[in-house]
């Protein structure tokens, strides 16, 4: 068996490299938002629930800003 026949055969087995993408964490972000407006947390769990929140969201706002709503644009004279 030649070395390239070996080489492809590895790179057949290995398995996927996990990736988070910034959409993903956006999904996580609403997530998170989501259930805790339903009351899926308790209290003495929303301390660290709320920190962990801020980070990510201080995290996306700073690699991807939220983009202005064409509704909220200032109107054109």
């Known amino acids: 068996m030649s070395d390239n026949e070996n080489t492809n055969d590895v790179a057949?087995?290995?398995p996927a490299t996990p990736e988070l993408?910034?959409?993903?964490?956006g999904n996580i972000r609403s997530i998170i938002d989501v259930a805790a407006q339903r009351g899926a947390f308790r209290a003495a769990e929303m301390g660290?629930?709320?920190?962990?929140?801020n980070k990510l969201n201080d995290f996306l706002n700073a690699?991807?800003?939220?983009?202005?709503?064409?509704n909220t644009a200032?109107?054109?004279?």
Do not use: S
């Open 21 to 25: 993408t910034i959409q993903d964490l």
């Open 12 to 14: 057949a087995t290995a």
């Open 48 to 53: 660290a629930i709320g920190a962990t929140f």
């Open 74 to 77: 200032a109107p054109a004279a």
């Open 63 to 70: 690699v991807a800003p939220p983009q202005e709503n064409e």
